[in-house]
């Protein structure tokens, strides 16, 4: 991660997941799929808490950072001004999509197992959902840790339900949605990767066309 650039030409962007070194970014004017320096360094920031966010509806919340797209410079902020988070403030390079090496799959299924951790850690639920500005509600896949009676669960929703996967239940086909409930463990919260993921190939989409969105447990409903 270098040092930040200038700010002149910074528009803020919605941003993928990092998978094979590359992330998809969205604009108010268009979309574009990018490599990056530091695949790793960035992908350590993302789902984290810490980079900053643009509000959406029903008080929920996705990352975003600040795109230079004359240089190809990605550039995030901190979330917060404490100074324990100066760290997160820097600038990547980005480049022309590179060839995927490996299964993009597995490494989303990774990633997304690290930001349910980190989520259930700060209290948080999160959707995956189509990126973009004006996503639609649906498909949606949801993660949250619910604590009732003095016991916490991992639960996990998806809409519409996902069909012939091996890892979802099957429902009725006229069933909007389908959710699965296990007690909470590391082992229960990162399996929140396995889920989404299974669900979002059924989308018809890419690993790098899913963005993430956020909210508070106490907003849950």
Avoid: Y
Avoid at 11 to 29: A, K, Y
């Amino acid at each position: 991660m270098s040092e930040q650039s200038d700010t002149t030409n910074l528009e803020p962007v919605l941003i993928s997941p990092v998978v094979s070194g590359m992330i998809r970014t969205w604009s108010e004017d268009e979309t574009r799929l990018w490599s990056i320096d530091n695949p790793e360094g960035l992908a350590e920031l993302l789902g984290r808490g810490r980079i900053a966010r643009t509000m959406m509806p029903d008080n929920r919340s996705r990352e975003i950072a600040f795109l230079d797209t004359e240089s190809g410079t990605l550039s995030v902020q901190p979330r917060f001004a404490a100074s324990d988070n100066a760290d997160v403030a820097g600038s990547f390079q980005l480049g022309d999509p590179i060839p995927v090496d490996g299964d993009p799959w597995d490494e989303l299924e990774l990633a997304l197992a690290h930001v349910a951790l980190s989520a259930a850690a700060r209290s948080e639920f999160w959707l995956v959902e189509q990126g973009g500005w004006d996503a639609p509600a649906q498909p949606h896949c949801l993660f949250a840790v619910i604590s009732e009676d003095g016991a916490a669960n991992a639960v996990m929703e998806a809409a519409p339900a996902p069909a012939d996967t091996g890892v979802w239940p099957e429902v009725p086909s006229d069933q909007p949605g389908v959710s699965v409930a296990a007690p909470a463990s590391q082992e229960t919260i990162e399996a929140a990767g396995i889920f989404a993921t299974t669900a979002i190939q059924t989308w018809n989409v890419h690993p790098w066309d899913v963005a993430l969105t956020f909210g508070k447990l106490e907003d849950f409903a």
